[in-house]
């Protein structure tokens, strides 16, 4: 059974890094690709990034300056990284694989 | 990257009426593999989203068939052939040919 879980801060302060992890289970990272998927609060999704079986990376041309995804195959996870966060991301993120296995999302609010 | 045009935003229907959801590509979707890779979304409130439809027009295991795709290249719909009370949310198309993977901006469909 695939399963998908994000965790990490539920606030951040502005022009700090967030960092969030997914934990997958039910599936190979080195077979499966892993992506990142955002949404403000009312607003639609958008496609972060993701991470390839291989290990190779594609971003979001407009946050690909300040994102970051890597992964740990020994432990199931993915990680994503962005820095100097700001009041417009906040959001709830995703983790997702093949658009058809999805996390619950958990939400960063960015705020001082 | 690929601009998706979903139309309309916002979409009125009755139960049993059929309805059709319009998305149109900056560039075609053709992969170079020979397979269209755009894919249907439905995101009900509170929830992450479930995949539909991939590959144009196949239906994801367990999705009614009174939900359908088709298309090609630039231009594709989803249609509703009788909805139902549980068919209300968000529908995003997606593509996942080219890098970076791009969303429509959604439709919502909702009870007339």
């Given at each position: 059974q695939v399963q998908l879980k994000e965790s990490g801060p539920g606030l951040v302060q502005p022009s700090q890094t967030l960092s969030l992890t997914c934990t997958v289970s039910g599936f190979s990272l080195t077979s499966n690709s892993v992506h990142w998927v955002r949404q403000p609060p009312g607003k639609g999704l958008e496609w972060m990034g993701g991470i390839w079986g291989d290990g190779s990376t594609d971003y979001n041309s407009a946050l690909k300056s300040r994102l970051s995804i890597s992964r740990d195959t020994s432990k199931s996870q993915v990680f994503l990284k962005m820095n100097?966060?700001?009041?417009?991301?906040?959001a709830i993120y995703f983790c997702m694989a093949a658009l058809d296995y999805w996390g619950q999302g958990v939400m960063v609010t960015v705020s001082s | 990257d690929v601009v998706l045009t979903q139309t309309p935003p916002t979409l009125s229907a009755t139960i049993g009426q059929s309805v059709s959801i319009s998305c149109r590509s900056s560039?075609?979707?053709?992969?170079?593999?020979?397979?269209?890779y755009l894919n249907w979304l439905l995101q009900r409130p509170g929830q992450p989203p479930q995949l539909l439809i991939y590959l144009v027009s196949r239906l994801e295991?367990?999705?009614?068939?009174r939900f359908s795709g088709s298309g090609s290249g630039t231009d594709f719909t989803l249609k509703i052939s009788g909805v139902e009370a549980e068919d209300l949310g968000v529908y995003y198309c997606v593509q996942?040919?080219?890098?970076p993977y791009t969303f429509g901006a959604g439709t919502k469909l909702e009870l007339k």
């Open positions: 100097s966060l700001q009041t417009d991301d906040t | 560039q075609s979707l053709l992969h170079s593999n020979g397979n269209t295991s367990g999705v009614p068939n996942s040919t080219h890098a």
